[in-house]
């Protein structure tokens, strides 16, 4: 069976690169995207077998790309590629269903033993990432929950990333009333006001990058 991939990361170069890896082990890639927005509406039209997705988009960061993919294509596995390896992203990205995260400071065999893996049903997480699961284990630290619902957290990326009330209703496709009302949620949430507050809450879960 012919394993077909659809590939999102915001740098050409890199997808460019990633193609013609993933092409030269033999799989499939039917499309490209350069946000999380973008990635979501290819795998809702293309219904691939596997999408990756860089954790660090515009627009939509690949944990929240991966769960609206679940929803609009159950059958899709989802693995993430990020150059993070702390036990907090790992732990957010299985909880989110996201089935291999795979560090991007590894070699690309890393990413096609992934691939493999979740096709026949397996999860797959780079090396270095287990033994930051498991020390987490042993020290049974915490891993503080998330207060944000999806789609508070989706207005917050667009917050962090300098989108403007309008825009961000634009880019929802919702009303200036329900974004607004969405940010006044998120400020209570987490008990932040200021504008700066909230783009360094983002940073902190990685939602955004500078």
Request: aromatic share 2%; charged share 25%; glycine share 8%.
């Amino acid at each position: 069976m012919l394993v077909r991939v659809v590939l999102a990361d915001d740098h050409v170069i890199v997808r460019q690169g990633l193609s013609l890896l993933l092409a030269g082990a033999g799989f499939d890639v039917v499309g490209e995207a350069s946000d999380g927005h973008e990635v979501v509406r290819l795998a809702r039209d293309l219904q691939p077998d596997v999408a990756v997705l860089d954790v660090m988009m515009p627009l939509l960061n690949g944990l929240d790309a991966g769960r609206e993919i679940h929803q609009v294509s159950p059958r899709t596995k989802t693995i993430l590629l990020t150059s993070r390896h702390d036990e907090q992203l790992v732990l957010e990205a299985l909880q989110a269903g996201i089935r291999a995260c795979v560090l991007k400071t590894y070699d690309g065999e890393d990413l096609i033993r992934a691939i493999r893996d979740v096709v026949a049903g397996g999860v797959y997480l780079s090396s270095r990432m287990s033994r930051s699961l498991v020390d987490a284990y042993r020290a049974r630290t915490a891993t503080p929950a998330d207060p944000l619902s999806m789609r508070e957290r989706q207005v917050l990326q667009l917050i962090a990333e300098g989108k403007r009330t309008r825009e961000i209703a634009e880019l929802l496709g919702v009303s200036v009333k329900t974004a607004e009302s969405h940010r006044t949620h998120i400020t209570k949430k987490l008990g932040i006001s200021e504008t700066a507050g909230l783009v360094r809450y983002a940073l902190q879960r990685g939602l955004s990058q500078l």
